[in-house]
Nanobody
Framework: QVQLVESGGGLVQSGGSLRLSCVASGNIFRLNEMGWYRQAPGKQRELVAT???????NYADSVKGRFAISRDNGKNTVDLQMNRLRPEDTAVYYC??????????????WGQGTQVTVSH
């Protein structure tokens, strides 16, 4: 089992910045993918940014150039720095952890979610 604890989020004005953090604990695979997804009201959950233990970042087109993902493999943490936020970034953001076997997903885990609200 793996537990994900998120922090950060909140209310910010358009153009502002927020930082999300997530720490994973439990049975952590050496090779894994961690990152962030989000879900706005009435919409499906979508990828925001992910990064594998031994790989580079992967971003949704909508956040490229504004968001930056980083991780500390030794501490099993993943952060998301969100700059130049827009009202359309408003959503519940979920931390994501996925153990990998031969590069393939095994069973993703999700955090409880943290609300990000961007006002006009």
């Amino acid at each position: 089992q793996v537990q994900l604890v998120e922090s950060g989020g909140g209310l910010v004005q358009s153009g502002g910045s927020l930082r999300l953090s997530c720490v994973a604990s439990g049975n952590i695979f050496r090779l894994n993918e961690m990152g962030w997804y989000r879900q706005a009201p009435g919409k499906q959950r979508e990828l925001v940014a992910t990064m594998r233990t031994n790989g580079g970042p992967n971003y949704a087109d909508s956040v490229k150039g504004r968001f930056a993902i980083s991780r500390d493999n030794g501490k099993n943490t993943v952060d998301l720095q969100m700059n130049r936020l827009r009202p359309e970034d408003t959503a519940v953001y979920y931390c994501h952890y996925d153990p990998l076997m031969k590069g393939e997903s095994m069973a993703p885990y999700w955090g409880q979610g943290t609300q990000v609200t961007v006002s006009h």
